[in-house]
């Protein structure tokens, strides 16, 4: 929330980068003057960002009937610990894309949508789970905003303290952060064994 | 973005541990019909959120002035696979807070705000770090929200396939995630050994 310059970073690559390294973005839509912020899944395809979600929550109806949305996806790359307490700050990666969503209503381009964000939870797992029925399809909105008004901002590297302070005996340095991977947790009621692009799931550089 | 029962939880208890255990919340707030939605460092305070950020910053400047505005906290704990398309989702604990931000004026509670941000994000760091002068509380804005209207949702446990899924051959469960903490990176110009509270950082059960 400081005004830095030097952060903001336009470029389509790295806008995609950074959204196809995230898992979770935060939605941003208004309801009678109040911002609401709701974590969701999401996926990238091409210039579009998907979302998915019931058709009887209201916020899903709102992003399908074009309301001025913003979804932000934010990676939190370390820790910024400088020698003031007014320096401190954190690395990280970050993209917030504006505009109107529009509802997929196209039963190809809804199969193919939901076929990306679940192939973007785990490559490969799309050709593995079960595709949606035709119930589940009208059962899901989904929801495509494209990438037109978008920006990222990046923060990188050690602290940035007051010349001054570069002689105080106090430790300064960056706590390194990212994605920790567990191992699968098969489901009690399951008996196929873990494959392997649930083993080697990987995530960004880490 | 599925409604279903059950992921709501209410209790101070539930709320307080989740913005205790994250780091970064996305604060959402209008400008002009336009939601946006922003990362932000912030601490939980009693009942309290306090952010900061640059008085010069629009952003901030709106928060201050106690326009409508929504903090989001939300903790990825796993991806859940399901054996259907339909029913992968994320393990996830959130908190939505709502509310009017207040400019904190006083100095006395500004600093203690600056303190408790930056000890949150490592604990015992407030000692070892300079303080804020006067000049830099000056060109700080710290903005509290009262935890008065939030609400947790918490998504734990295996995947929730249709009951004639369970005899597809897909292997189906949950990749656990959480937060990966590397090895801290000292400053090219500090001579100071790495503290404890650094070696040692941790957040949350992982």
């Not at 839509?29 to 210039?47: F, K, N, T």
């Not at 990438?147 to 990046?154: C, D, G, L, P, V």
């Not at 007051?162 to 960056?174: I, M, Q, T």
Request: proline share 6%; aromatic share 6%; charged share 25%.
């Amino acid at each position: 929330m400081r005004r830095r310059s030097g952060r903001g970073r336009y470029d389509r690559a790295t806008i995609h980068a950074i959204l196809d390294e995230g898992l979770v973005g935060h939605v941003g839509i208004v309801s009678d003057d109040q911002p609401y912020v709701i974590p969701v899944l999401y996926a990238r395809h091409g210039e579009r960002i998907y979302l998915h979600g019931s058709p009887l929550s209201r916020l899903v109806r709102n992003l399908a009937a074009g309301v001025p949305m913003c979804l932000t996806v934010t990676l939190l790359d370390g820790l910024v610990l400088a020698r003031s307490a007014f320096h401190h700050s954190m690395n990280y990666r970050s993209v917030v894309a504006l505009g109107e969503g529009r509802a997929v209503r196209d039963r190809y381009e809804k199969q193919e949508a939901l076929r990306v964000i679940v192939e973007r939870m785990a490559p490969g797992r799309s050709e593995d789970a079960r595709g949606p029925s035709a119930k589940e399809l009208k059962a899901t909105e989904v929801v495509a905003l494209p990438i037109t008004e978008a920006s990222a901002k990046i923060r990188t590297g050690p602290p940035a303290d007051a010349a001054a302070d570069y002689e105080l005996p106090v430790w300064a340095g960056v706590l390194p952060l990212g994605l920790q991977v567990g191992v699968p947790v098969t489901d009690d009621r399951c008996a196929v064994s873990v494959p392997e692009y649930v083993t080697g799931w990987t995530r960004g550089e880490s």
